[in-house]
């Protein structure tokens, strides 16, 4: 009885080795019919061009995207700011004095005495640039010297103000000047005449 149940289990283990030996024949048989791909560049080979067209292609996409970005920022960044003094000024003063007139002898030194003569600070007050440009024609009638042409006045003016950080906007249609105000004294003499 002992014998016949060793010839069975060695049956059993002969017939287990036997499925196994078929199973890994039809493994490797799968193994064998997978094709490798023949590029080791599968987009390329996919995609049916040459692997450097699309390396150059990848570079070149890259390339527009990082100049592109680049442009963007310098467009921004040019077209951000707000309009200088000169240009606001010329476009919005009268012309009461003609341009022809001839400009003190120190620019910079006749803007600044302007500015500390009629401008004050004024924390969150809108100042209209036509109505500085009035105060300057006032002021200089007032110490009887020949007022600057608003090109001139605009310019120095605007580095004027630059220095001491006030900046120029647009409200309802308006260029105006934030955060200064003209002096009341020379409200009154520009009322008076």
């Not at 990848?58 to 951000?80: C, Y």
């Not at 036509?130 to 580095?159: H, K, N």
Request: net charge neutral; aromatic share 4%; hydrophobic share 45%.
């Amino acid at each position: 009885m002992a014998i016949a149940e060793v010839e069975a289990a060695r049956d059993e283990l002969q017939s287990k080795r036997a499925k196994a030996s078929h199973r890994h024949k039809e493994a490797l048989f799968a193994l064998t019919a997978i094709r490798l791909p023949t590029s080791t560049t599968g987009l390329a080979a996919r995609l049916q061009l040459p692997s450097w067209a699309l390396d150059l292609l990848i570079a070149t996409l890259g390339s527009i995207g990082a100049n592109g970005l680049g442009a963007s920022l310098l467009a921004f960044g040019a077209h951000g700011k707000r309009q200088t003094v000169p240009e606001v000024i010329e476009a919005t003063a009268i012309e009461a004095v003609p341009d022809h007139a001839a400009p003190p002898i120190n620019l910079k030194e006749h803007a600044a005495k302007f500015g500390i003569s009629c401008l004050v600070p004024a924390t969150g007050q809108q100042t209209q640039l036509q109505s500085i440009f009035e105060a300057y024609v006032q002021w200089c009638r007032s110490m009887s010297i020949e007022p600057l042409p608003s090109r001139d006045i605009g310019t120095e003016l605007s580095a004027l103000f630059g220095k001491a950080g006030i900046e120029i906007d647009s409200f309802e249609n308006q260029h105006v000047a934030l955060n200064i105000a003209i002096r009341p004294k020379v409200r009154e003499l520009s009322a008076v005449n």
